[in-house]
Antibody, heavy 115, light 110 residues
């Protein structure tokens, strides 16, 4: 089955760090541009970051620039999001999504930033 | 990176047609034919319904259709069905490798 499965979410204190993973199955991650998108409680979808197929080109939303790092391990068919200096407003469900038209999404992983 | 503007809610009766608008700027929707639409039942993964303004992914009903005029894109759902009740989001390429989503529209089937 073609799917994306996120993991790594949880409760973290403000200023803390967390690394999210997105495991792809049923297709090869290499050659595919990938994204992270988040949804705060009761709010809409917000684009977070994009990475090209070999990981050499990354881009971020202004709200996470300098704090989050997107990366990938094509050999492991896995996408990552390293989140540092977390803030209350980073609390959200984080989704990984495939391609620039977001044709495949995972179920999401919840990140809660709270003291 | 301001969100695209969507109505907060729309409603319609079974069998009717509804249209959801998605208004951006000349820097995103108006400049690129890279607008997509997603159906999201809370708790589930969002589902791509339309991409590149008017194209259907495999398996998506042709009751869903997309269009664009200037800085505004639209999603039309014809022959409304109860299972269409969900949140709908638009997205657009915004240049410099960035993307932007709409605020979302809650569709209620009466």
């Amino acid at each position: 089955e073609v799917q994306l499965v996120e993991s790594g979410g949880g409760l973290v204190r403000p200023g803390g760090s967390l690394r999210l993973s997105c495991a792809a199955s049923g297709f090869t991650l290499s050659g595919v541009w990938m994204h992270w998108v988040r949804q705060a409680p009761g709010k809409g979808l917000v684009w977070v970051s994009r990475i090209n197929s070999d990981g050499s080109r990354t881009v971020y939303a202004d709200s996470v620039k300098g704090r989050f790092t997107i990366s990938r391990d094509n050999a492991r068919n896995t996408l990552y999001l390293q989140m540092n200096s977390l803030r209350d407003e980073d609390t959200a469900v984080y989704y990984c999504a495939r391609r620039d038209w977001f044709d495949l999404w995972g179920q999401g992983t919840l990140v809660t930033v709270s003291s | 990176q301001s969100a695209l503007t969507q109505p907060a809610s729309v409603s319609g009766s079974p069998g009717q047609s509804i249209t959801i608008s998605c208004t951006g700027t000349s820097s995103d929707v108006g400049s690129y034919n890279l607008v997509s639409w997603y159906q999201h039942h809370p708790g589930n993964a969002p589902k791509l319904m339309i991409y590149e303004v008017t194209k259907w992914p495999s398996g998506v009903s042709t009751r869903f259709s997309g269009s664009k005029s200037g800085n505004t894109a639209s999603l039309t759902i014809s022959g409304l069905q109860a299972e269409d009740e969900a949140d709908y989001y638009c997205s657009s390429y915004a240049g410099s490798d960035t993307f932007v989503f709409g605020g979302g529209t809650k569709l209620t089937v009466l």
